[in-house]
């Protein structure tokens, strides 16, 4: 069955550093999604991407957070300077057709630990 | 500000026990929901959609009240396996699922 991977399972980083997250959604699949969970809190959302480019974006994913799709299989989340308040657990997503009716499947996350 | 509530628990019940989950959604142009299983520390995955007109899978209901803006998960005859966090989850109109705190499920033997 496919399924989306991400790599690192674990990142660890100093504050201040740039870390990227990567991402390979299920092959066939046209939206993206990062999502990021804070231990013990709720499930957020960051951005969606189609298409090439962003169709929607929180609060929380602001100018320190980028996402791009460098080639046809990647897509990637970089934090430009990491915040100790960027620790937190990862998630990229994604889902086949018709935004909103089709189910988002969910990598295995990577949990960022900024020290 | 658009959110989605839980009671969070946890719920503690013994096998074969039916536990039912409510949850509320504050955005009225919701336009689909679904119930979200999370196990610890791992990703959430996908139990089942909502659908106004109630949805049964196994030992799973769910149901949505469009007009309380209401939505129910029903598990009858719980296993050991079920003990996870269940998550409600709602779609906006441009794709970005908004997730409720969970409500936390522990089935004991």
């Known amino acids: 069955e496919p399924e989306v991977t991400q790599t690192p399972s674990h990142q660890v980083t100093q504050m201040g550093q740039e870390v990227i997250l990567r991402c390979v959604p299920i092959s066939n699949h046209l939206y993206f999604y990062w999502y990021r969970q804070i231990l013990g809190q709720k499930v957020e959302f960051l951005v969606s991407f189609y298409n090439n480019e962003i169709s929607e974006k929180s609060e929380i994913f602001d100018d320190q957070f980028s996402v791009e799709r460098p080639d046809g299989s990647n897509f990637t989340l970089k934090i430009r300077s990491t915040k100790l308040e960027d620790s937190a657990m990862y998630f990229c997503?994604?889902?086949?057709?018709?935004?909103?009716?089709?189910?988002?499947?969910f990598g295995p996350g990577t949990r960022l630990t900024v020290l | 500000r658009k959110e989605v509530e839980q009671d969070p628990g946890p719920f503690n019940v013994p096998e074969g026990a039916t536990v039912a989950f409510n949850c509320t959604y504050s955005n009225s142009a919701s336009q689909s929901f679904f119930w979200y299983r999370q196990d610890c520390r791992k990703e959430p995955k996908l139990l089942m959609s909502v659908y106004s007109s109630g949805n049964e899978d196994g030992r799973f209901t769910a149901q949505l009240n469009r007009a309380s803006q209401y939505i129910s998960l029903l598990i009858r005859d719980s296993k050991l396996s079920d003990s996870a966090t269940y998550l409600c989850?709602?779609?906006?109109?441009?794709?970005?699922?908004?997730f409720g705190k969970g409500t936390t499920l522990s089935v004991s033997s």
């Open positions: 997503a994604s889902t086949k057709g018709e935004r909103g009716y089709n189910e988002q499947f």
């Open positions: 989850v709602v779609n906006t109109d441009v794709g970005a699922l908004i």
